[in-house]
């Protein structure tokens, strides 16, 4: 004889088990909204001061910006990082002027150098230029500019100078920081920054 059989289930136990995923389900959402996707390749954009040497486009020499801060850290090709100071773009002439993108080489002919400053110290800052190779054979004229960029734009110095042969070093400019970040004693007494001075 086969009996009728009838499961009951207990509403408490089913309203627990529903309690349950829900609380399962908002659980993971806000893991999910906790946890935002990491973004690759993201640069911190603070600065305090930037540093660019330019020279024309049509130049295959390589130009050396050399960055000296009031601790005596150097920055340059040889030291990307030296304390608050970041060279971000190294130029060398037309040696890195091309790029692979999509299979395709594009030339980027743009010849400058550009130095970070990420955070100042009261002091004095040197700025010099070094021609570290001519291709050319013929003196480079380069353009350095000095901009404060916080906490709001300003153009600290502007000049250029002319690197007459290879191996030719100059101080283009040298300015004191002070604690308020405000530029003072701006001036061009030449320091050697580089171990190659002649």
Request: charged residues 25%; without cysteine.
């Amino acid at each position: 004889m086969i009996r009728n059989q009838r499961y009951l289930t207990d509403p408490f136990t089913d309203l627990l088990f529903n309690a349950l995923l829900g609380f399962t389900f908002l659980f993971l959402v806000a893991i999910v909204l906790i946890n935002p996707a990491t973004q690759t390749g993201a640069v911190d954009p603070k600065a305090e001061f930037i540093i660019t040497a330019t020279w024309p486009e049509d130049r295959p020499d390589d130009v050396d910006l050399w960055v000296e801060d009031p601790r005596g850290e150097i920055v340059s090709y040889l030291q990307r990082d030296a304390g608050w100071m970041h060279l971000d773009r190294d130029d060398r002439g037309e040696i890195n002027d091309t790029v692979v993108i999509d299979g395709r080489k594009v030339v980027y002919p743009i010849n400058q150098e550009i130095v970070t400053l990420r955070g100042t110290m009261p002091g004095e800052y040197v700025v010099n230029l070094y021609y570290y190779q001519s291709v050319s054979g013929a003196p480079v004229p380069v353009s350095l500019k000095v901009e404060r960029v916080n906490p709001e734009f300003k153009l600290v110095f502007v000049d250029k100078a002319i690197l007459e042969q290879q191996n030719v070093e100059k101080t283009v400019v040298r300015f004191t920081v002070t604690g308020n970040r405000d530029i003072k004693d701006v001036r061009r007494t030449p320091k050697v920054l580089t171990p190659y001075a002649l």
